[in-house]
């Protein structure tokens, strides 16, 4: 794409994916805490009068369940109040708005995949105020798209996340104990970072979409496949989420489906591609 990208969270998983699937005729400014304070609105509406972009993503988001059952007041600022302004901006200036979502939207009480045309039914702080800025972002500006996402997987600048942690513990020689009753669609955040590659370049139309890798797995299941590819020696011990206490309601079997999309790889697929780069990465 050519022209400037105002890329929020560029130092987060989704985040660097988008970076790195930007082409060298887009000029990429990107924000993290390291420059920006998302919860201030006012710094956010500076950066963007500064910024003049051609489209804005945000790959920003006050994240983890129980942080935001803890904290509802800074969950719905940074959640809702920070993406229903970017969308204000987008009606005022004219840039394109990507912004991602997330399966927790949905309760889980399907049991099923869900597509697009499902309706969400959040059932703790998180869902409720991904589900929120849904509704503020398809409302508040024409030139959106709504990507809702499942448990993702890719490089990242912060680590941290679930599958590195596990990876990381099987590498010391820990035992891995992992819930085998949460459900999702792990998805590779490079298979993501093309469909947001090809929104910004005219591909797509305008609105929601689920983006996720086929299939689905238990987190015990995707933890096992990628120790497996990995060819690392850890016993990976099946548990509930019952076994890691949490304050919020968890939601449990949440894989998206693509209903608009044509379909994505298996995430099998998009795993192997993953740990081959993680492998060379760490050979290096
Ligand atoms: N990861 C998943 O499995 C997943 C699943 C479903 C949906 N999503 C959605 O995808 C989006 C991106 O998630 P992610 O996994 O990429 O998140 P992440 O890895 O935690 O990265 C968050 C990014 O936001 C920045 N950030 C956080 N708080 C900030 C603040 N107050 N001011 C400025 N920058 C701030 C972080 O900067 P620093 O590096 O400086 O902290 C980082 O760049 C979110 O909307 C999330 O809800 C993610």
Wanted: glycine share 8%.
């Amino acid at each position: 794409m050519r022209g400037k990208v105002l890329l929020l969270g560029d130092t987060g998983k989704v985040g660097t994916a988008v970076k790195a699937a930007l082409g060298p005729r887009t000029t990429v400014v990107g924000c993290s805490t390291r420059n920006l304070d998302a919860a201030d609105l006012g710094a956010v509406e500076r950066m963007i009068d500064e910024t003049r972009p051609d489209a804005v993503v945000n790959a920003i988001a006050y994240m983890g369940v129980d942080n935001c059952e803890k904290a509802p007041d800074m969950a719905f600022r940074m959640n809702v109040m920070m993406p229903k302004l970017l969308a204000q901006k987008s009606e005022q200036l004219g840039y394109q708005l990507i912004h991602f979502s997330s399966e927790s939207v949905f309760s889980g009480a399907k049991r099923d995949f869900h597509g697009e045309s499902d309706t969400p039914d959040p059932i703790n702080i998180y869902g409720l105020t991904k589900y929120m800025a849904d509704l503020v972002v398809q409302k508040g500006c024409e030139r959106h798209f709504v990507l809702r996402i499942p448990v993702q997987f890719g490089d990242s600048t912060k680590g941290g996340q679930l599958l590195e942690r596990m990876i990381e513990r099987a590498r010391s020689g820990e035992a891995l104990r992992v819930a085998d009753d949460v459900i999702t669609s792990p998805t590779y955040s490079d298979d993501v970072a093309t469909i947001v590659r090809a929104a910004l370049e005219g591909d797509i139309t305008y609105g929601l979409y689920h983006v996720t890798n086929t299939g689905s797995a238990s987190l015990h299941e995707f933890v096992s496949a990628a120790i497996e590819v990995l060819g690392l020696r850890a016993n990976v011990e099946r548990a509930s989420y019952k076994d890691f206490p949490m304050v919020a309601k968890l939601h449990l079997v949440t894989p998206l489906r693509q209903e608009k999309l044509p379909a994505m790889r298996h995430w099998r697929d998009a795993l192997a591609t993953y740990c081959a780069r993680m492998q060379l990465h760490h050979a290096a």
